[in-house]
């Protein structure tokens, strides 16, 4: 077991439900207990320490432990196609997104997509993912072997479409299910890996298609796509489907909206849209980088959690800048201050909770991971800025810990992850961790200068 200490906050609550302060937990001198990647114990460093008095501290001073980020929509083959900036998002595919896409038909060119997407999703402080996948069942299988080895929690499949795309990208309907059969036997389940049915949106899906990924959602597996995410896509998509009542229903007709779907996007909704989706509990993916960059429109939070429609986070890469969370997080804040009375008031409150809890949530995580509550998940990130840097000198004086979240969604980046953790396991290194005795040597008490309680120094970031 090992005791981890340093300022530790989350958000057991949801914060759209009341105060949202109210659903915030924080300790500038907390610890966990964790055994075998499990958190056993959690309290004042104090109370852990006194409780277990056998077992070793890492101390993780001079930032936040927080949760593992939740992305739940972010896509594998488009790691190297960042920055297509000044495009629309049916010329942004055609030109940018598709070309890359199809360069995962080679196996070995794959497996290195595959590697340096895990790398960056870890390195950004990511623990869990909706990964939309790739048209090629050899590129799935790369995908999730190295997901595998890493222990993440990582749920994705093999995008199907059978029209509109490039020649190279299709398959039938029969091939789709045979391809996706396998790999469900062969990874859903498996560890922390889950299976998702993925047609790319209905635009590229025929009936015949949507039908297939209906038969494969029934075997227990996860589904996922686009919806609304531009208002030429809407209108093509009306004009394939005349018999559907909306986007929405190009799904729903086929049984494809429930509580194991995440949509993503969903800029343009109606309000039937929203309450279907809230009926049927299915979740939707805000991706305000990409749908910022792309010139999609402005994401009506507001109405969705009017609605009781569930909303968490996805970074949209390569459309998305980054993978980075807190600034998808910062730029849905922005979204909603753009849309005026419209818009949603967000706290760092919220932004943390659609970060973390929320995602998980949406992927039916929530036992395990998004928080920091006994018996889940030792998942987590310790973002630590370098001394003097903009947002060390932030953080030394905050006066609050939702004021340090503020300030950690307005100036971190990913150079600030000094630690990532996934089910117990460091997956990225911790330079900074200061790892102490289980027993304090013999001389003076605890508390006394010999051995300052966590948070009393430089490091403490909750100024008093």
């Given at each position: 077991?090992t005791?981890?200490a340093?300022?530790i906050?989350?958000?057991p609550?949801?914060?759209?439900a009341?105060?949202?302060?109210?659903?915030?937990a924080?300790d500038d001198e907390?610890?966990?207990?964790v055994q075998?990647g499990?958190?056993?114990?959690r309290?004042?460093?104090?109370?852990?320490?006194?409780?277990?008095?056998?077992e070793?501290?890492t101390r993780?001073?001079?930032?936040?432990?927080?949760?593992?980020?939740?992305?739940?929509?972010?896509?594998?083959?488009?790691?190297?196609a960042i920055?297509g900036?000044?495009l629309?998002?049916?010329d942004w595919l055609?030109?940018?997104?598709?070309p890359?896409?199809?360069k995962?038909a080679d196996r070995?060119?794959?497996r290195?997509?595959?590697?340096e997407f895990?790398?960056?999703?870890i390195?950004?402080g990511?623990?869990?993912?909706?990964v939309f996948?790739?048209?090629f069942p050899?590129?799935?299988?790369?995908?999730?072997?190295?997901?595998?080895?890493?222990?993440?929690?990582?749920?994705?499949g093999?995008?199907?479409?059978?029209?509109?795309l490039r020649?190279?990208?299709l398959d039938?309907?029969?091939?789709?299910?045979?391809?996706s059969?396998?790999?469900?036997g062969?990874w859903?389940d498996?560890?922390r890996?889950r299976?998702a049915?993925?047609?790319?949106?209905?635009?590229s899906?025929?009936?015949?298609?949507?039908d297939?990924?209906?038969?494969l959602l029934?075997?227990?597996?996860?589904?996922t796509?686009?919806i609304?995410?531009?208002?030429t896509?809407v209108?093509?998509?009306?004009?394939?489907?005349?018999?559907?009542?909306?986007?929405l229903d190009?799904y729903?007709?086929?049984?494809l909206?429930?509580e194991?779907?995440?949509?993503?996007?969903?800029?343009?909704?109606d309000d039937s849209?929203?309450?279907?989706?809230?009926?049927?509990g299915?979740?939707?993916s805000h991706?305000a980088t990409?749908?910022?960059a792309?010139?999609s429109?402005?994401?009506?939070?507001?109405?969705?959690i009017d609605?009781?429609?569930?909303?968490a986070?996805?970074?949209?890469?390569?459309?998305g800048?980054g993978l980075?969370?807190p600034?998808?997080?910062?730029q849905?804040?922005?979204?909603?201050?753009?849309?005026g009375?419209?818009?949603?008031?967000?706290?760092?409150v919220?932004?943390l909770y659609?970060?973390?809890?929320?995602g998980?949530?949406?992927l039916g995580?929530d036992?395990?991971?998004?928080?920091?509550g006994?018996g889940?998940?030792?998942d987590?990130?310790?973002?630590?800025?370098?001394?003097?840097s903009p947002?060390?000198?932030?953080l030394?004086?905050?006066?609050?810990?939702s004021?340090?979240?503020?300030r950690v969604?307005?100036?971190?980046?990913?150079?600030?992850?000094a630690?990532?953790?996934i089910r117990g396991?460091?997956?990225?290194?911790?330079?900074?961790?200061?790892?102490?005795?289980?027993?304090p040597?013999?001389?003076p008490?605890?508390?006394?200068?010999?051995?300052?309680?966590?948070?009393?120094s430089a490091g403490?970031t909750?100024a008093?």
């Amino acid at each position: 077991m090992t005791i981890y200490a340093g300022t530790i906050i989350d958000v057991p609550g949801d914060p759209f439900a009341g105060d949202p302060d109210a659903a915030l937990a924080a300790d500038d001198e907390g610890a966990l207990l964790v055994q075998d990647g499990v958190i056993r114990a959690r309290g004042s460093l104090a109370s852990v320490r006194s409780a277990y008095p056998d077992e070793p501290v890492t101390r993780l001073e001079g930032g936040l432990l927080l949760p593992g980020f939740v992305d739940t929509h972010v896509h594998y083959p488009q790691i190297r196609a960042i920055g297509g900036l000044g495009l629309p998002l049916l010329d942004w595919l055609e030109r940018c997104a598709l070309p890359e896409e199809a360069k995962l038909a080679d196996r070995a060119y794959a497996r290195a997509v595959a590697r340096e997407f895990l790398d960056g999703l870890i390195g950004s402080g990511t623990t869990s993912a909706l990964v939309f996948g790739s048209h090629f069942p050899g590129a799935m299988e790369e995908l999730f072997s190295a997901a595998d080895r890493r222990g993440l929690n990582l749920t994705s499949g093999l995008v199907v479409s059978d029209r509109i795309l490039r020649p190279d990208l299709l398959d039938t309907p029969e091939e789709a299910l045979a391809g996706s059969s396998e790999l469900i036997g062969r990874w859903h389940d498996h560890g922390r890996l889950r299976y998702a049915v993925t047609p790319r949106f209905s635009l590229s899906a025929s009936d015949d298609m949507l039908d297939v990924c209906a038969q494969l959602l029934g075997k227990g597996v996860w589904f996922t796509s686009h919806i609304n995410e531009n208002v030429t896509e809407v209108a093509q998509v009306a004009g394939l489907f005349p018999a559907a009542q909306h986007y929405l229903d190009t799904y729903d007709r086929h049984g494809l909206v429930t509580e194991r779907s995440v949509f993503a996007h969903n800029v343009h909704p109606d309000d039937s849209e929203l309450s279907v989706l809230a009926t049927h509990g299915a979740s939707v993916s805000h991706c305000a980088t990409s749908n910022c960059a792309l010139g999609s429109g402005l994401f009506p939070l507001r109405r969705h959690i009017d609605h009781g429609v569930h909303v968490a986070l996805g970074s949209d890469v390569g459309a998305g800048v980054g993978l980075f969370l807190p600034k998808e997080a910062l730029q849905a804040y922005f979204v909603q201050q753009l849309l005026g009375p419209e818009g949603m008031s967000l706290t760092p409150v919220h932004l943390l909770y659609l970060a973390t809890r929320a995602g998980a949530q949406a992927l039916g995580l929530d036992g395990q991971t998004g928080d920091f509550g006994i018996g889940k998940d030792f998942d987590a990130v310790w973002l630590r800025p370098a001394g003097g840097s903009p947002l060390a000198v932030n953080l030394a004086h905050s006066v609050s810990p939702s004021d340090a979240l503020a300030r950690v969604f307005a100036l971190a980046t990913p150079a600030d992850v000094a630690g990532v953790w996934i089910r117990g396991t460091q997956a990225l290194a911790a330079p900074g961790a200061e790892p102490e005795p289980a027993s304090p040597p013999a001389g003076p008490p605890a508390g006394s200068s010999a051995e300052p309680p966590a948070g009393s120094s430089a490091g403490s970031t909750l100024a008093r």
